[in-house]
C-alpha cells in the first residue's frame, strides 16, 4: 500500500486507515482479527479508534490485538469527546474529560501513547482554548504524539489551529465526514487543509454504505443506516439527488470493472488535502474488494463527470 504524510508533519502512514467503530458491536473479535490481519499483509499503518465506540469495546479489542511487536508497525487514531450515557451520545470536550477519556483508552489500548489524538467534535459548551489546552497537555506529557481535531468546519479547525500554534504545536489532522454524497468539506476544508498544512481523514467515504450498493432498493430494517446511531442520516442519503449519485457511480465502475465501493473509495482518496480514508468492512472479504483500490487510478473525464453530478446545485 502507497503511503502519505499526515499533513504536514514528518509522520508516514498508509493512504487508507482501517476504522473499528463496529468492533465490538457489529464485528466479532474474530473478525476483527482477521481485518487486522489482512490489513497489515496489505501494508496498511493507520488504524483508527474512539473512546465512544462500542462503550469501549473497540479499543479494548484492538489493544488485545496489537499486545506485542505489532504494536510500534501500527499508528493508531483515537478519539476523545463524545460518549453515551443511558443511550443518549454525550458531547463534552472539557479538559478534565479529555484527559479522563485519553488516560482510560490508553489503558484499554494496552499502550503508553497514542500517535494521533483527537477532539471527536466541537463542543458549543466548552471553550475551544480549553479543549486545546488538554490536546497540548496530552502532546507535551507524550501520551499523544500528533494532535488534531474531527467534525471542526474551516474556521472552527483554523481557530484550533492558531490556539495549537501559539504554543508551539501543530494540528496534524481533522477527520470528517467526505463521499461524493457528502462535499460540504470542499466549502472551506479543503483550501483550509491546503493553507494551513493539516491532513484530512474522510470517514464515511462510502456514504455509510449508500455508494457501494446497499440501499438501491431502500432501507432493510436491520442495515447500519436504519439503526438509532445513524437513523438521522437517512433522509440525506437516501434522497433523489442521493440516487442519482448511486447510479452514475454505479455505471462508471462497470465502465471501469471494478465494484461501486471500490469507485467511490478511489475518488474520495485521491482529493486535494485527503491522507487516507477511513473504511469500515465488516469482514475480510469486504476488506479484500476495497484493497483492490490500492491498483485503481480514476481517468479524468470519471473524475469530472463524477464531481458534475455529486454537485448538489438545488
Given at each position: 500500500?502507497?503511503?502519505?504524510r499526515?499533513?504536514?508533519?514528518?509522520?508516514?502512514v498508509?493512504?487508507?486507515?482501517l476504522?473499528?467503530?463496529?468492533?465490538?458491536?457489529?464485528?466479532?473479535?474474530?473478525?476483527a482479527?482477521?481485518?487486522?490481519?489482512?490489513?497489515?499483509?496489505?501494508?496498511?499503518?493507520?488504524?483508527?479508534?474512539?473512546?465512544?465506540?462500542?462503550g469501549?469495546?473497540?479499543?479494548?479489542?484492538?489493544?488485545?490485538?496489537?499486545?506485542?511487536?505489532?504494536?510500534?508497525?501500527v499508528?493508531?487514531?483515537?478519539?476523545?469527546?463524545?460518549?453515551?450515557?443511558?443511550?443518549?451520545?454525550?458531547?463534552?470536550?472539557?479538559?478534565?474529560?479529555?484527559?479522563?477519556?485519553l488516560?482510560?483508552?490508553?489503558?484499554r489500548?494496552?499502550?503508553?501513547?497514542?500517535?494521533?489524538?483527537?477532539?471527536?467534535?466541537w463542543?458549543?459548551?466548552?471553550?475551544?482554548?480549553?479543549?486545546?489546552?488538554?490536546?497540548?497537555?496530552?502532546?507535551?506529557?507524550?501520551?499523544?504524539?500528533?494532535?488534531g481535531?474531527?467534525?471542526?468546519?474551516?474556521?472552527?479547525?483554523?481557530?484550533?489551529?492558531s490556539?495549537?500554534?501559539?504554543e508551539?504545536?501543530?494540528?496534524?489532522?481533522?477527520?470528517?465526514?467526505?463521499?461524493?454524497?457528502?462535499?460540504?468539506?470542499?466549502?472551506?476544508?479543503?483550501?483550509?487543509?491546503?493553507?494551513?498544512?493539516?491532513?484530512?481523514?474522510?470517514?464515511?467515504?462510502?456514504?455509510?454504505?449508500?455508494?457501494a450498493?446497499r440501499?438501491?432498493?431502500?432501507?432493510?430494517?436491520?442495515?447500519?443506516?436504519?439503526?438509532?446511531?445513524?437513523?438521522?442520516?437517512?433522509?440525506?442519503?437516501?434522497?433523489?439527488?442521493?440516487?442519482?449519485?448511486?447510479?452514475?457511480?454505479?455505471?462508471?465502475?462497470?465502465?471501469?470493472g471494478?465494484?461501486?465501493?471500490?469507485?467511490?473509495?478511489?475518488?474520495?482518496?485521491?482529493?486535494?488535502?485527503?491522507?487516507?480514508p477511513?473504511?469500515?468492512?465488516?469482514?475480510?472479504?469486504?476488506?479484500?474488494?476495497?484493497?483492490?483500490?490500492?491498483?485503481?487510478?480514476?481517468?479524468?473525464?470519471?473524475?469530472?463527470?463524477?464531481?458534475?453530478?455529486?454537485?448538489?446545485?438545488?
Open positions: 500500500m502507497l503511503t502519505r499526515l499533513g504536514a508533519t514528518g509522520l508516514t498508509s493512504r487508507l486507515a476504522g473499528t467503530m463496529a468492533w465490538g458491536t457489529r464485528t466479532s473479535p474474530e473478525d482479527r482477521d481485518l487486522l490481519t489482512a490489513f497489515r499483509a496489505a501494508g496498511g499503518t493507520l488504524v483508527d479508534t474512539a473512546h465512544g465506540y462500542a469501549g469495546a473497540a479499543e479494548d479489542l484492538l489493544g488485545d490485538l496489537l499486545e506485542g511487536p505489532d504494536r510500534g508497525e499508528v493508531i487514531v483515537t478519539k476523545s469527546g463524545i460518549s453515551r450515557a443511558s443511550g443518549e451520545r454525550v458531547v463534552d470536550c472539557s479538559r478534565r474529560t479529555m484527559l479522563a477519556q488516560d482510560l483508552s490508553l489503558r489500548l494496552r499502550t503508553d501513547h497514542v500517535d494521533v489524538w483527537l477532539a471527536h467534535t463542543d458549543d459548551d466548552t471553550p475551544l482554548e480549553e479543549t486545546v489546552g488538554a490536546l497540548v497537555h496530552a502532546w507535551r506529557s507524550g501520551r499523544a504524539r500528533y494532535v481535531v474531527s467534525n471542526h468546519v474551516g474556521w472552527q479547525a483554523a481557530r484550533a489551529m490556539l495549537l500554534a501559539a508551539g504545536v501543530p494540528l496534524a489532522a481533522n477527520s470528517v465526514e467526505y463521499s461524493l454524497v457528502e462535499r460540504r468539506p470542499e466549502r472551506e476544508l479543503v483550501a483550509a487543509s491546503a493553507s494551513l498544512g493539516f491532513g484530512l481523514l474522510p470517514w464515511s467515504p462510502l456514504g455509510r454504505g449508500v455508494l450498493g440501499y438501491r432498493t431502500g432501507v432493510p430494517a436491520d442495515s447500519r443506516l436504519a439503526s438509532d446511531e445513524f437513523a438521522r442520516f437517512t433522509g440525506r442519503h437516501a434522497g433523489d439527488h442521493t440516487k442519482g449519485v448511486v447510479e452514475a457511480v454505479r455505471t462508471a465502475a462497470d465502465g471501469l471494478v465494484s461501486p465501493a471500490v469507485l467511490a473509495l478511489t475518488w474520495v482518496r485521491d482529493r486535494p488535502g485527503v491522507t487516507a477511513i473504511i469500515g468492512p465488516r469482514t475480510a472479504a469486504q476488506l479484500a474488494v476495497l484493497l483492490t483500490s490500492e491498483e485503481v487510478e480514476l481517468p479524468r473525464q470519471i473524475i469530472d463527470a463524477l464531481d458534475e453530478v455529486s454537485l448538489d446545485h438545488s
